[in-house]
């Protein structure tokens, strides 16, 4: 069983920067990629980004390209997402969650593993 323990959420003014990281409590030895999610209130939970974890290769949601970056560290069995000039419309819990298949990174339906979340706040 896979744990994905995701940190780093704050309350943070527009403009501002944070970055989330996620680590798993065991080696994801079948995981084919991972993904940041968020889910804002009352709105259905949203894909931001997702990373291969072989090639490395990352596809992002239109609504964070350009201001969001996801990377990760194998050896840490972390993932990060590096989020800039941060919106109060990016104000959500964001989850981390990992995939097994070998396509529709963008789907939620095809994580198998998700983390608890981490709330962030952004203010005006």
């Known amino acids: 069983q896979v744990q994905l323990v995701e940190s780093g959420g704050d309350l943070v003014q527009a403009g501002g920067a944070l970055r989330l990281s996620c680590v798993a409590s065991?080696?994801?030895?079948?995981?084919?990629?991972m993904g940041w999610f968020r889910q804002a209130p009352g709105k259905e939970r949203e894909w931001l980004a997702g990373?291969?974890?072989?090639?490395?290769?990352?596809s992002y949601a239109d609504s964070v390209k350009g201001r969001f970056t996801i990377s990760k560290d194998n050896a840490k069995n972390t993932v990060y997402l590096q989020m800039n000039s941060l919106k109060p419309e990016d104000t959500g819990t964001y989850y981390c969650?990992?995939?097994?298949?070998?396509?529709?990174?963008?789907?939620?339906?095809?994580?198998?593993?998700w983390g608890q979340g981490t709330q962030v706040t952004v203010s005006a």
């Open positions: 990373i291969y974890k072989g090639s490395g290769r990352t």
């Open positions: 969650a990992a995939g097994t298949e070998y396509t529709g990174i963008s789907e939620a339906a095809r994580y198998t593993y």
């Open positions: 065991v080696r994801t030895v079948y995981t084919v990629f």
